[in-house]
Each structure stands twice: as C-alpha cells, then as structure tokens.
C-alpha cells in the first residue's frame, strides 16, 4: 500500500469541524482498492440475504410477522445508534490522522472500539434472552434467518473490532509509511458494518409488520 | 447524488433518522407506506454514510458507481418483498 495523501494543514479540523478532506471531491481513493473490493463483495452477499429473507417473507408473511412480534425492535434501534456514533468517531479519527495528528487519531479510534463494543454487549444479551426463552435457530425459518444474518454480521463486526485493535497497534509505528492507509481502510471496513446493518435494522425488526 | 456534510451534523442526521424510522414504524406497524419509509430511511442513511464517513465521491470510480448499483439493487429487492406482502 502507498501513502502519497496531501495533508491537510494541522489544527485545520478544530476550526471548521472536518479536516478539509470531508468537504471536497478528492481524486485520491480513501484506504487500499483491495478493501474495496472486499466491501463491494461482501455487501453483494448480503444483497443475496436481504434477497432470501424477503422471499421467504413473501411467502408466508403471517409466520414472519408473528416471529417479528417476538424481537424488541428498540434493542435494534439502540444498536444502531451505538454503531452510527462508534462510526463517528472512525470519520473523525481518518481526519485527525490525514492532518498528521496521530495522537488524536489514535484516541478517538480508541473511543469507536469503546462505543463499538456496546454493539457486542447488547447483541450477546439479546442473542441470550432468545435462546433462554426457547428460541433457536431451528424455530422458524425467521429466526434461522435472524440467527443466521444477525451472526455473519457480528462475525464482521469481531473482525471489526481486530481490525481497529490492529491500526492502534500501526499508529504506534510513526516510521510506517503506510499507516495512513491502514486507519482508511479499517475506516472504510468499520463502516461497512454500519451501514449493513442499516439494512438489517429496519428488515428484521421493522418493515413488513408484526402480530 | 451524495450527501457529503461535516460528520457531526452527518451524525445527528442519522441518528434522528433512524430514531425517525422506529417510530415510523412503532406507530402504523401494519402499513405498507411506513415500512417502505424505513426501507427508503435506511438507504438514506447509507448515502450519508458513504459521503459524509467514508469520503467516497462520484470521482472513485468505479466503487462509487458499484455501490450506487448496489444500493439500487437492493431498494428493488426490499420494495418488491414489501409490495408482494398482503397488508390491512
């Protein structure tokens, strides 16, 4: 990976509240074109599983419904919020990192892991209070899909988590050139758990109604 | 179209849009029009994401096209599975 960013000028972020590389239309690519690849792929997969939940759906919606009763949607609107603002402090770690203050960088990307985690903490209690009270994965073919989905997206988010504990482990590293990079594309790949899940929300939880 | 603003704003625009989708929701659950309004919130606030966290303009070719088609894609899919559900 290359580093060949154009700093912004240092303290510029603490004035206009971005770092001067969120207002513009910058050529340069933000993290490594390999990550992107990933993110593209792996969103197409999640397509293919928004696309069997909605047929599945489709084909006996009172089932679904009558499942969805059993969710506590605001428990996934607190998840989601806990994620947004966890990839707050990702945007604004990138932009303290492309103004070359790594110290604030690191700290803020300290913060979305702490806030991130809450994300964890609440999906294993939820996760918890569904199998406690007999629902499984073999329940209906809702929960296989609730499992299922909602798993594969945790699975990304613990890689999420290393991925973060990894670029605090690079910001040490003020010789590597390449540090830059690291933090974008470990940007880039925290908020394609987000916005995943930004599907995942109202799909699961919210659209198509309950019983 | 992106949406690239400062991501503190960025940030409370999701986060009232997401709490905007629940009640949506939370108040007409067996409406089509409301699920469908969380469908479209959710895309939303994807598009604000790309633009405002991940930085990602019309110029980063082809992953801003790619995702654009993504996001396309999955608002049929979303749209069709709602539409095809019998409603009250």
């Known amino acids: 990976m290359t580093d060949t960013v154009t700093a912004p000028r240092p303290g510029q972020e603490a004035r206009d509240g971005t770092s001067g590389n969120t ?11 390999g990550v992107w690849f990933f993110i593209v ?29 059993k969710l506590v949607p605001a428990i996934g609107l607190v998840n989601t919020l806990i994620l947004i603002t966890s990839g707050w402090f990702m945007a604004r770690a990138v932009n ?10 690191r700290r803020r990307i300290i913060y979305a892991l702490l806030v991130g985690s809450c994300f964890g903490v609440l999906k294993i209690y939820e996760y918890s209070t569904k199998i406690a009270a007999g629902i499984t994965i073999q329940t209906s073919e809702f929960f296989t899909y609730y499992f299922a989905f909602t798993g594969i997206h945790f699975l990304h988010f613990l890689i999420g988590i290393g991925v973060l ?27 394609m758990v987000d916005l995943l899940w930004m599907i995942l ?4 939880y919210l659209a198509g109604g309950w019983k | 179209m992106t949406l690239r603003i400062n991501e503190n704003v960025a940030l409370a625009l999701l986060a ?28 939303l606030k994807i598009n604000l994401v790309f633009g405002s966290f991940m930085h990602l303009g019309w110029r980063h070719r082809p992953w801003r096209q790619v995702l654009t088609v993504w996001l396309a894609v999955v608002a049929v899919i979303l749209a069709t599975g ?6 009250e």
């Open chain 1, 165 to 191: 504990l990894v670029c605090l482990g690079k910001l040490r590293q003020a010789e590597n050139p390449h540090r830059l990079k690291w933090i974008e594309s470990a940007g880039n790949y925290w908020h």
């Open chain 2, 16 to 43: 009232l849009l997401s709490l905007g989708s629940f009640v949506l929701v939370e108040e007409d659950i067996m409406s089509l029009a409301a699920s469908l309004a969380a469908f479209a919130i959710g895309l």
């Open chain 1, 23 to 33: 207002t513009g239309d910058h050529a340069r690519l933000p993290g490594d074109e």
């Open chain 1, 96 to 105: 303290a990192a492309r103004a070359g203050e790594w110290h604030i960088a």
């Open chain 2, 82 to 87: 709602l539409a095809v559900l019998p409603w």
């Open chain 1, 41 to 69: 792929a792996d969103m197409c997969m999640f397509a293919v599983f928004f696309l069997l939940f909605m047929v599945g759906q489709a084909e006996d919606p009172d089932a679904y419904r009558e499942s969805r009763a």
């Open chain 1, 201 to 204: 929300f109202p799909m699961i």
